[in-house]
């Protein structure tokens, strides 16, 4: 089976770019090709037809092949809990949560049993596998427990992209000290070298190249130039790349980045929205007066809420909600909206019951058994009738127990579990991911605050964001593969 593994000289290099551009280059050239990361940690996820967790960055480079995302291609997904542990997610179940210094010591062999399981799969049913590593390949107190970077290389015996962002400067270094510290029989599979994110002449950059290639002996097959498409992001330090401001920005939401932000690519279809600004709010940071306000999932969801409270922003919400504001939350955020939250088996860690911040007549229960499926839906708001489909990924219920509140709120859709809103529409909240993903509802959605502004309604006969999508691998996939040279890897 042909394979390519794609490692990086440190985090966010821009292995996941890498990896998504050529999985759309080999597509484009008549491959059947499929993305795979044997461990991703990752509070971003996907549920697949199945109804298995995956990292949202492998469902990304799936639909880049053209083809539907599978547990396979990411058989380990660690969760952090912000307690040193993690949740662990093999081949898209949960199986429970292990701390850190356990984690090798308790998983590590049947995690790699697993890996090489589902790239046998991988190899029966696609021409191509495009691998892509964690982090670096030489974290020296960890290779030799490494499940994701060159020990899959090795199995596979795999030609392997080293990629370096020269952005943030010691890009040299980092390269010839990343191959310093590899083994003999790791360093003879690094076929080529791409320096990321370049700003500038590429003639200024020739003299480090030809140094580069004599020192090292390894060929620098692609210079990238700094891209500044947003791409989905694997975590939250991807957030303070982003830029708040937008020309033409009519409105402005903001989303609260909590502690623990998880799925905050629902947001990215949001952000294509020419007329929307968003800008990611740190808890301590002042709320000021957006036109709407989210508080997104999260995997933390107690200690998460409790940090809004004690910093100060859960009364500015509820403040900014008492004065008309809009107001949603999605999975762990909807959540927060109710009156409380009780944990009675500690699946986050201190059992117990918490308020919330009671702008929903809901209380939910963690639990231990987790809702992981897709879903397709009929909206009642913000208009009635539109299809809308989405994911569910979260662990506990969420009811309204008191009669006399069922008049106060109505559902959202057509499944009445899977989201409310008040009666004065201005706070709702669901725990379906991806709903920003449906144009016409989104449109429909941000129409309502513009009217709130004075503003000209949108059209709403708009298309779905993964065409939006599909035009932005494309897009991606034709500047990378003008600046790489592929040739020694298939």
Known sequence: MKSIMVVGTTSHAGKSL?????????????????????????????????????????????????????????????????????????????????SATNYYEQYFDIGWQTIKECLQYLSTEFDALVCEGAGSPAEINLKHKDLTNMRVAKHLNAPTLLVVDIDRGGAFAHVVGTLELLDLEERALIKGVVINKFRGQRSILEPGIKWLEERTGIPVVGVIPYLEQVFPAEDSLDLLERKPTKANSELNIAVIRLPRIANFTDFDPLESEPSVTVKYLHPKQSLGHPDAVIIPGTKTTIADLITLQKSGMAEAIQNYAASGGTVLGICGGFQMLGQSITDPEGMEGQSGKYPALNLLPIKTVITGQKTARQRQVTSNYPQAGLPVTGFEIHQGRSRIENPADQKSCQPLFDDANLGLVDSCQSVWGTYLHGIFDNGPWRRAWVNRLRQQRGLKSLPTGVANYKEQREQMLDSLATQIEEHLDLTPFI
């Open 18 to 98: 890498i990896t998504t551009a050529i999985c759309r280059i080999l597509s484009r050239r008549g491959l059947r090709v499929s993305p795979f990361k044997g461990q991703n940690m990752a509070l971003n996820a996907y549920v697949t037809a199945s109804g298995g967790e995956i990292g949202y960055a492998q469902a990304v480079q799936a639909w880049a092949a053209g083809i539907a995302p599978l547990v396979e291609m990411n058989p380990i997904l660690l969760k952090p809990q912000g307690d040193m542990t993690s949740q662990i997610i093999l081949k898209g179940k949960a199986i429970g949560k292990v």
